[in-house]
T-cell receptor, first 115, second 112 residues
Framework: DGGITQSPKYLFRKEGQNVTLSCEQNLNHDAMYWYRQDPGQGLRLIYYSQIVNDFQKGDIAEGYSVSREKKESFPLTVTSAQKNPTAFYLC??????????????FGEGSRLTVL | QKEVEQDPGPLSVPEGAIVSLNCTYSNSAFQYFMWYRQYSRKGPELLMYTYSSGNKEDGRFTAQVDKSSKYISLFIRDSQPSDSATYLCAMNWGGGADGLTFGKGTHLIIQP
């Protein structure tokens, strides 16, 4: 089955630690995205990538980093510089030719809790 | 300006009722309109997609866009308990991936 796999589903981190969230897709989509979801707030874009070896900052990129070395993979690192990292993180991809419209396929999400 | 307004609810209705979910927006450049459904602790899934004004129907779901009023709606007929979820509206002006703006979501509860 084609889809987007995020891991881990739940993650606990101590303050000051970096953590990396995995996102893998087998949909052959070029465009991939990372969103953050907080209670009472809409999804906010962290980073996105339209093509391998290229990525762009979204609205809330500070304290996060990404890489796009393979088409299938778009990992997100939450660094110690992120002041409020506890949130639900969602990875998404967009079919070819649909990146401009906003049709997204989402993974199941990763819930990060900072202790 | 990126602003989309959506009542967070919760909206609780009895099974079988017609549900109306709505969003308003301020950016007249938006032309792609979507509804996503998100079950608890899951990722959103695309439910309906509409380009520009008009209606679109898919089974029990109907999406309406009124660009003159900057108002979009999702109607659910014959609502089922399995429809209980958070519904997110989203819209884009079509200029790129960073142009997508989401509403905060409406939490819908269908009572058996």
């Amino acid at each position: 089955d084609g889809g987007i796999t995020q891991s881990p589903k739940y993650l606990f981190r101590k303050e000051g630690q970096n953590v990396t969230l995995s996102c893998e897709q087998n949909l052959n989509h070029d465009a991939m995205y990372w969103y953050r979801q907080d209670p009472g707030q809409g999804l906010r874009l962290i980073y996105y990538s339209q093509i391998v070896n290229d990525f762009q900052k979204g609205d809330i990129a500070e304290g996060y980093s990404v890489s796009r070395e393979k088409k299938e993979s778009f990992p997100l690192t939450v660094t110690s510089a992120q002041k409020n990292p506890t949130a639900f993180y969602l990875c998404a991809s967009s079919p070819p030719g649909r990146a401009d419209t906003g049709e997204l396929f989402f993974g199941e999400g990763s819930r990060l809790t900072v202790l | 300006q990126k602003e989309v307004e959506q009542d967070p609810g919760p909206l609780s209705v009895p099974e079988g009722a017609i549900v109306s979910l709505n969003c308003t927006y301020s950016n007249s450049a938006f032309q792609y309109f979507m509804w996503y459904r998100q079950y608890s602790r899951k990722g959103p899934e695309l439910l309906m997609y509409t380009y520009s004004s008009g209606n679109k129907e898919d089974g029990r779901f109907t999406a309406q866009v009124d660009k003159s009023s900057k108002y979009i709606s999702l109607f659910i007929r014959d609502s089922q308990p399995s429809d209980s979820a958070t519904y997110l509206c989203a819209m884009n002006w079509g200029g790129g991936a960073d142009g997508l703006t989401f509403g905060k979501g409406t939490h819908l509860i269908i009572q058996p």
